[in-house]
């Protein structure tokens, strides 16, 4: 899928960092992400040494945050071009690399970068990444400018066939409770009178884990969640697929 970076940014630029920006320590942004950059109050100084800003980096396991600066460039009076706007500090000292493609944008008052081939292809991943490190006001500004129906799109994806008699007998096997060692949370229960739980691979499938009996489980909303976007949820997998192993097969 590919990323609407315009739903995300209230206006973004993409630019290859060159031999040139890395080489003199002057990353020279392109005319849509200056736009992005002057968006938030930001403008170019005409002094140097230029005041410091941050800019917040997204998907980078190294950093959160980088220092830059926005400056104008010095020209002689024989070089017969105007001045241009470039970033220096830690954003082209340290964060950017030869060859990059870095994208810059803005939410309100905040500035963020992301270098592209780190960037997840989900567009609901990016919004919740920079709606986790944005202003709080910033937030509820662009949720109220929300009206109406939603739009729709088409979108393909590969999924995976699960084997519909793995998950039948997964639930069997509950008996109609979760299989998380330690669960106490209590089950809705649906129209036709049984409990909810959802059949979750331990090993997922995406990770090469098999769509086996001894691989899924019946899990509660609470428990199913955890194990995908809990801080521990690899310890849980453990306890959980070891829990599975040990149940005898019914027969």
């Known amino acids: ?25 002057a990353y020279v942004p392109n005319k849509q992400q200056c736009a992005a950059i002057e968006a938030t109050g930001i403008r ?19 950093t959160n945050l980088v220092k830059s600066s926005y400056y104008y460039s010095e020209r002689s009076d024989t070089a ?68 109406g129906k939603p739009t729709s799109r088409l979108v393909q994806r590969s999924d995976f066939i699960r084997d519909p008699y793995v998950v039948a007998a997964v639930l069997l096997r509950s008996n109609g409770k979760c299989e998380m060692p330690g ?22 499938l995406s990770e090469e884990g098999d ?4 691989n899924a489980a019946a899990l509660c909303p609470r428990c199913h969640r955890e194990q995908h976007f809990g801080k521990s949820r690899l310890t849980l997998r453990e306890t959980l697929r070891k829990h599975i192993a040990a149940l005898p097969i019914p027969s």
């Open 211 to 214: 769509d086996t009996l001894i």
């Open 1 to 25: 899928m590919v990323v609407e970076w315009n739903e995300v940014f209230d206006s973004f630029g993409v630019k290859r960092v060159t031999k040139t920006d890395k080489a003199k320590g």
């Open 183 to 204: 669960c106490t949370c209590d089950l809705f229960i649906k129209n036709d009178d049984s409990p909810y739980l959802e059949v979750h691979h331990v090993i997922p």
């Open 44 to 62: 170019p100084a005409s002094v140097r040494p230029a005041p410091e800003f941050e800019v917040v980096v997204l998907f980078d396991g190294s």
């Open 80 to 147: 017969g071009r105007s001045p241009e706007p470039r970033m220096g500090h830690g954003i082209i000292s340290s964060w950017l690399q030869e060859g990059d493609w870095v994208l810059i944008g803005n939410l309100g008052s905040q500035v963020f970068a992301v270098k592209l081939e780190s960037a997840p292809a989900s567009e609901e991943v990016v919004a919740q990444e920079v709606a986790k490190r944005a202003n709080k006001k910033t937030i509820f500004e662009r949720a109220k400018r929300a009206v």
